[in-house]
T-cell receptor, first 112, second 115 residues
Framework: QKEVEQNSGPLSVPEGAIASLNCTYS??????FFWYRQYSGKSPELIMS????GDKEDGRFTAQLNKASQYVSLLIRDSQPSDSATYLC????????????FGSGTRLSIRP | DTEVTQTPKHLVMGMTNKKSLKCEQH?????MYWYKQKAKKPPELMFV???????INESVPSRFSPECPNSSLLNLHLHALQPEDSALYLC??????????????FGPGTRLTVT
């Protein structure tokens, strides 16, 4: 059973600080990794994708991938109250017929 | 533009009704998906269409019937649903299915209530 694990939270971070969200996955064949943000009652929004080991930065967001440790993380710098949401980690193995496996999500709360 | 549209936004139906959910994308994507999401749970895959052909059916009950009339449209026909089918139904699309670049973009969803 392929699994994607996230701490459900809530993770409470003061405004302006760095929020660090973590995700581990069980399938070593995984090749594609995604972070989605989901506000309450809304649909998931893709915010980052990463395919190679290392860091990928996009504005205030940095995704980090370590395939040897089967670990992917999302850092949010200068956290804002609007970043309060559930963050879903999603993983896909390199296979023509495979689907994305979602983690259960981490609820992030930015306190003013 | 990464827009996927879904109609209706909200739907209330009885257990004997027949209704349809609609999804549309104009990004030239060749893969489209239906997901079901219950409160405080991640999206759960139901169906995948690739190049207008059904590629994955996650053992979904036959009261859910998908249809892909063309590469831009995806429907989900509903019949004789149960109250436990009440959920947020999400449509998504991606450029392709089966390649390593697999970014899926979600529509806003249809909030379905079965009474």
């Amino acid at each position: 059973q392929k699994e994607v694990e996230q701490n459900s939270g809530p993770l409470s971070v003061p405004e302006g600080a760095i929020a660090s969200l973590n995700c581990t996955y069980s399938d070593r064949g995984s090749q594609s990794f995604f972070w989605y943000r989901q506000y309450s009652g809304k649909s998931p929004e893709l915010i980052m994708s990463i395919y190679s080991n290392g860091d990928k930065e996009d504005g205030r967001f940095t995704a980090q991938l370590n395939k040897a440790s089967q670990y992917v993380s999302l850092l949010i710098r200068d956290s804002q109250p609007s970043d309060s949401a559930t963050y879903l980690c999603a993983v896909k193995e390199y296979s023509s017929a495979s689907k994305i496996i979602f983690g259960s999500g981490t609820r992030l709360s930015i306190r003013p | 533009d990464t827009e996927v549209t879904q109609t209706p936004k909200h739907l209330v139906m009885g257990m004997t009704n027949k209704k349809s959910l609609k999804c549309e994308q104009h990004m030239g994507h060749r893969a489209m998906y239906w997901y079901k999401q219950k409160a405080k749970k991640p999206p759960e895959l139901m169906f995948v269409y690739s190049y207008e052909k059904l590629s994955i059916n996650e053992s979904v009950p036959s009261r859910f019937s998908p249809e892909c009339p063309n590469s831009s449209l995806l429907n989900l026909h509903l019949h004789a649903l149960q109250p436990e089918d009440s959920a947020l139904y999400l449509c998504a699309s991606s450029q392709d299915f089966g390649t390593s670049s697999y970014e899926q973009y979600f529509g806003p969803g249809t909030r379905l209530t079965v009474t």
